[in-house]
């Protein structure tokens, strides 16, 4: 005891978190099975060649006289022997195929019905688009504003004004990127280590804390000579350390998988890492130091993590964000260290393009913490 | 003979949150070796008065002093000659209870002999292994009241420690209790809803309500104190129990 440092109480104290962690069959399915699957689904979905199918309806013009040669789209279908069928409804349907050896073949199945039923199925989203036709004239109907409508109406409406593409399997104009590094799953998995970082600490330190509160257990813990400082500490040594195996976990599996690599320094690797820890701890420890409600703790934690988890280019790039908003998100810590990560891993970043984040990750953990260590309740 | 100092002087002592006057102008001195009963209705002041003496609190006017130290500037010392438990402790659920009784021990830093000898003493030897969650609410009080006896403590605080628990489990508890009252001299506070446990563990009943102590003496001083009353109003029944004192002074029953 007249060591200024009782080594004994904080082993004691990191063993005691330690194992409460490892003994949760839970944690490590969230903390690190869950990742893995992520990256598997997501990594499959967006590296390898799918097929596409979709549902078109049309809502077929009545002739105007018994010899009418039909519309516009049944010429079509009748010049290039597109079988007539009958999909799961009964409903009439043509499948078009588009051939494409580098994108993946597309298939639309072009369902009869009328404008009603069309109408139907578009509010459910069982399709996206309606054929129509005037005057033997074919009219799209969709929402401008969905993606999948305007591809789906872009390869439709050049098929029908270049019925070519049926017979053209592979586009010489296309060359796929396959360098590592510039795959979807590249941008992904720095932006899963960041995002799994954010999660393991809002949740195992804030999350733990407001509930050992709760529980009465802080109290009981503070009526000893138990040193403050080192139930946190050992709380935030053992999930950051936890960190560092579902990260290199995920890192390992997906470098075995999909041919991963880190291009930049290892070490600023390691650096960005803990400062993004570092920057979560501190934040964690803020937000946790008062409530002893955990349902608060539930909203303060997803106040937090919710906005920059959709925000901060973990999925998808934030540049596609308004332009006024990219200099807002840039600022998030998780935004900060999903981009410092990604850069070490993709762009091949060393110290010199780190040092600036991490410094500013570590300060506003530091900040937090202080803050967060004035304002703390015990019991 | 010479007499022991006290281990507890609570001196005038104020206490308020926001609105509400929780503790008002409380005396009470505890000497070693003496068990003392705490009992109030809800909302008396009694938990506030405990987290005072436990040091958790600060009084806004008065003075606190343990073993004629106060709070100020001798926490880590004082911290170590008191024990808590307090109602419903929970602790990590995933531990066993060896693992429990070794961490409060390293806060002590107190060797395996004891740990084990602790649990040996509020006989959870079989359930050494079981992790806390697997304890029922008996086992886990008994758990509780151990790792609160691990560092031998001067004080023992203890906060409605056989609340929710069956006839047996209570029992238990008290066995304990009476052990360590006829082996130590430690002292103890206990605040309690339970009458028939501040009657069997505790020589010194002390009644809070509102803030203020209403009466405190050995239960035979608090009942012939107000009998001896009754001799100037011949038509008030004579009190029997400690339960017919409390309505009388507080006009609720100790559940309330």
């Given at each position: 005891?007249?060591?200024?440092?009782?080594?004994?109480?904080?082993?004691?104290?990191?063993?005691?978190?330690?194992?409460?962690?490892?003994?949760?069959?839970?944690?490590?399915?969230?903390?690190?099975?869950?990742?893995?699957?992520?990256?598997?689904?997501?990594?499959?979905?967006?590296?390898?060649?799918?097929?596409?199918?979709?549902?078109?309806?049309?809502?077929?013009?009545?002739?105007?006289?018994?010899?009418?040669?039909?519309?516009?789209?049944?010429?079509?279908?009748?010049?290039?022997?597109?079988?007539?069928?009958?999909?799961?409804?009964?409903?009439?349907?043509?499948?078009?195929?588009?051939?494409?050896?580098?994108?993946?073949?597309?298939?639309?199945?072009?369902?009869?019905?009328?404008?009603?039923?069309?109408?139907?199925?578009?509010?459910?989203?069982?399709?996206?688009?309606?054929?129509?036709?005037?005057?033997?004239?074919?009219?799209?109907?969709?929402?401008?504003?969905?993606?999948?409508?305007?591809?789906?109406?872009?390869?439709?409406?050049?098929?029908?004004?270049?019925?070519?593409?049926?017979?053209?399997?592979?586009?010489?104009?296309?060359?796929?990127?396959?360098?590592?590094?510039?795959?979807?799953?590249?941008?992904?998995?720095?932006?899963?280590?960041?995002?799994?970082?954010?999660?393991?600490?809002?949740?195992?330190?804030?999350?733990?804390?407001?509930?050992?509160?709760?529980?009465?257990?802080?109290?009981?813990?503070?009526?000893?000579?138990?040193?403050?400082?080192?139930?946190?500490?050992?709380?935030?040594?053992?999930?950051?350390?936890?960190?560092?195996?579902?990260?290199?976990?995920?890192?390992?599996?997906?470098?075995?998988?999909?041919?991963?690599?880190?291009?930049?320094?290892?070490?600023?690797?390691?650096?960005?890492?803990?400062?993004?820890?570092?920057?979560?701890?501190?934040?964690?420890?803020?937000?946790?130091?008062?409530?002893?409600?955990?349902?608060?703790?539930?909203?303060?934690i997803n106040l937090v993590s919710m906005p920059m988890m959709v925000l901060s280019g973990i999925f998808f790039s934030y540049h596609n964000f308004p332009e006024w908003s990219t200099s807002i998100i840039r600022a998030f810590p998780l935004t900060m260290l999903a981009d410092g990560v990604r850069s070490v891993f993709i762009e091949g970043a060393g110290f010199t393009e780190i040092a600036i984040p991490s410094l500013i990750m570590a300060g506003t953990g530091t900040i937090f913490f202080i803050a967060g260590l004035k304002i703390f309740k015990w019991h | 003979m010479t007499i022991a100092s006290p281990v507890i002087e609570v001196r005038n002592v104020f206490k308020s949150f926001k609105t509400v006057q929780a503790v008002r102008g409380i005396d009470l001195t505890i000497y070693p070796g003496q068990f003392v009963a705490l009992l109030g209705p809800n909302g008396a002041g009694k938990t506030t008065l405990v987290e005072m003496i436990e040091g958790i609190q600060k009084p806004d006017r008065g003075e606190i002093l343990i073993l004629g130290k106060s709070w100020r500037g001798n926490e880590d010392e004082l911290r170590k000659v008191i024990g808590l438990s307090l109602q419903e402790t929970r602790f990590i659920d995933k531990l066993t209870v060896r693992e429990t009784v070794k961490l409060f021990a390293s806060f002590f830093d107190l060797d395996n002999s004891r740990i084990d000898e602790i649990i040996n003493l509020v006989g959870l030897d079989e359930k050494r292994k079981s992790y806390v969650v697997n304890l029922s609410g008996g086992q886990r009080q008994r758990l509780a009241l151990g790792i609160a006896l691990l560092n031998e403590p001067v004080i023992l605080l203890l906060d409605e420690p056989t609340t929710g628990l069956d006839p047996n489990a209570r029992r238990e508890i008290w066995s304990i209790l009476q052990k360590l009252r006829e082996r130590t001299q430690t002292s103890m506070i206990l605040t309690t809803h339970y009458m028939e446990e501040a009657e069997k563990l505790c020589e010194q009943i002390v009644i809070i309500d509102q803030g203020q102590i209403l009466k405190q003496g050995t239960l035979e001083e608090l009942l012939s104190d107000e009998n001896r009353d009754q001799t100037e109003n011949p038509d008030r029944i004579p009190l029997k129990t400690l339960d017919d004192l409390f309505i009388l002074l507080t006009g609720r029953s100790l559940h309330e």
């Open positions: 005891m007249n060591s200024p440092i009782r080594y004994r109480q904080l082993i004691q104290l990191i063993l005691a978190h330690l194992r409460q962690i490892i003994r949760e069959p839970g944690v490590l399915f969230w903390g690190i099975i869950f990742p893995i699957l992520m990256s598997l689904g997501l990594g499959f979905a967006f590296t390898k060649k799918a097929d596409v199918y979709r549902d078109v309806a049309w809502v077929k013009e009545q002739p105007a006289r018994a010899d009418s040669s039909g519309s516009a789209l049944e010429i079509f279908l009748k010049d290039h022997q597109i079988k007539r069928s009958s999909d799961k409804d009964g409903d009439i349907c043509y499948r078009i195929t588009l051939p494409d050896d580098k994108l993946g073949n597309t298939t639309y199945t072009v369902r009869v019905m009328e404008w009603k039923k069309a109408m139907v199925l578009l509010k459910r989203g069982n399709i996206t688009i309606i054929l129509d036709e005037k005057n033997g004239r074919l009219e799209y109907h969709f929402d401008p504003m969905n993606p999948d409508a305007q591809l789906i109406y872009l390869k439709l409406s050049g098929l029908f004004t270049n019925p070519a593409l049926l017979q053209r399997p592979s586009n010489p104009d296309i060359r796929p990127m396959t360098i590592t590094g510039t795959r979807y799953i590249d941008f992904l998995v720095p932006g899963l280590i960041a995002m799994g970082v954010m999660m393991s600490i809002m949740w195992g330190v804030s999350y733990e804390i407001i509930d050992n509160r709760a529980k009465k257990l802080l109290r009981r813990m503070v009526a000893t000579p138990m040193k403050k400082s080192y139930y946190l500490i050992a709380l935030i040594t053992v999930r950051i350390g936890m960190n560092f195996i579902e990260s290199g976990l995920l890192f390992l599996f997906t470098w075995i998988v999909f041919g991963i690599q880190v291009q930049g320094s290892v070490p600023a690797l390691i650096t960005i890492f803990m400062a993004g820890n570092i920057a979560f701890a501190g934040i964690a420890i803020f937000m946790s130091s008062h409530t002893a409600k955990t349902e608060i703790g539930n909203g303060l | -």
